[in-house]
């Protein structure tokens, strides 16, 4: 069985990214303070350009979060604790019915090379919702993001508190990204009055977080040196993804990073590969398919994998992160452009569908039918 897990879409590496625009730069996103950030007098629309415009990365971060930097550690520390638990307790996490995106998922998803993805698990809640709804048949209709948060209570009580803390601050800073990136897009269509990016995350019900816990990466295993060893290439759905910086440990120690070129890499539209750089503690934002759609591709959703470490040193050592998918509401209208670049082949130009429809139509394309 497959996940679909944060609702990321494969993208072939080889099939998008002709070989001669392949170029492996190390590049800083773009940052903004958060104190410019939460003044919505401050007009920040340059700086969007820049991150999330025709020659940005499509990724940018957010410094100096008041409480942030405690909150990241808490909840990435944790993240070798849950997955060196007993496979019992693990098991007992597990959420099959909304095809393991809630709680702990491992082996679930599947990977560009259409093999079981083994290297990594993953703890998925929703941050800011316990019980999205109690309303059985939207419960039945959409499991992977209305059925409720399953939580280690008694295994690992701690997870709880730290994950909703952290989640909810990246969902505050993340509304605050939203609000700017609609001043920017006004710039170039009208975006109505509570149709912009800010008031759609804002009402939606359907926010998912993902603790990951990325296993030593093997040598010599096939596709181990490849660029998205560790994380194969692909959009997220939802609109606005917030990141942390990962930290890298050996058996749950923090080490620094073996090998610079281990990590995030993201496509830009101009179609260069680049590694991402940003600060331990900035929040990194990058553009999801939803803002692609509703911004008619004045935003366009960031291409992104992740690459192991290579080399001796690397051998033992782990990769600990957390992504904030911010999506809208399971019942949110999209009225898809006439032009899109996503999912052309299965989504008809200027069809209008709910998110949840959006992503039913995915799940069947890409993942195996519901019985
Ligand atoms: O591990 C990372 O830095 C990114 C993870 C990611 O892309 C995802 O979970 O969708
Ligand atoms: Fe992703």
């Keep these: 069985m497959f996940t679909f897990s944060s609702f990321p879409r494969p993208v072939s590496q080889n099939a998008a990214v002709p070989r001669h625009k392949i170029t492996m730069a190390h ?29 940005g990365l499509g990724i940018l971060s957010v410094t100096d979060v008041p409480g942030y930097s405690s909150l990241r550690r808490n ?25 393991y995106n809630f709680g702990w998922s491992h082996g679930k998803e599947k990977l560009e090379s259409g ?11 929703n941050p800011i919702l316990d019980t999205p709804t109690t309303d059985k048949s ?39 990204v939203a609000y700017h990136c609609d001043q920017y897009v006004s710039k170039g269509m009208k975006v109505h009055k509570d149709e912009g990016l800010e008031s759609i995350l804002n009402r939606s019900r359907c926010h998912k977080g993902r603790l ?20 194969g290439w692909h959009t997220d759905n939802g609109s606005l993804t917030g990141l942390t910086c990962a ?11 073996p090998d610079s070129a281990a990590g995030l890499y993201i496509r830009t539209r101009n179609d260069q590969i680049v590694k991402v750089v940003y600060g331990t503690d900035d929040i990194a934002y990058q553009i999801g398919e939803t803002a692609e759609i509703l911004s008619g591709g004045i935003l366009r959703a960031t291409p992104h ?8 040193e690397s ?47 995915l799940l069947d394309k890409y993942y195996y039918k519901k019985q």
Excluded at 326 to 345: A, G
């Design 138 to 176: 939207l419960i039945q209709r959409y499991p992977s993001y209305c059925r409720s948060n399953i939580w280690p209570r008694s295994t690992l009580p701690e997870l709880e508190l730290a994950f909703k803390a952290l989640g909810k601050l990246i969902f505050d800073v993340g509304l605050m």
């Design 75 to 99: 909840l990435l520390h944790l993240a070798p604790r849950l997955a060196n638990l007993p496979e019992e307790v693990k098991d007992v996490l597990e959420d099959p019915i909304s095809r």
């Design 212 to 231: 990951l816990y990325y296993f030593p990466a093997q040598q010599g295993i096939p596709g181990g040196n490849s660029m998205s060893s560790w994380c």
């Design 115 to 125: 093999k079981l993805d083994l290297l990594k698990g993953s703890f998925y809640a």
């Design 27 to 55: 590049s800083a996103t773009v940052s903004i303070p958060f104190s410019h950030l939460q003044d919505k007098n401050h007009d920040l629309s340059l700086k969007i350009e820049e991150g999330f415009g025709p020659n």
């Design 305 to 312: 994998c992740v690459q192991a470490p290579k080399g001796e």
């Design 247 to 257: 930290i890298f440990t050996r058996d749950g120690v923090e080490v620094p990073c």
């Design 315 to 361: 051998a033992s050592v782990e990769r600990s992160t957390f992504a904030l998918f911010m999506q809208p509401d399971w019942d949110e209208k999209l009225n898809f452009p006439e032009e899109i670049h996503i999912h052309k082949e299965i989504i008809p130009s200027n069809a209008s569908l709910t998110y949840g429809e959006y992503l039913e139509v």
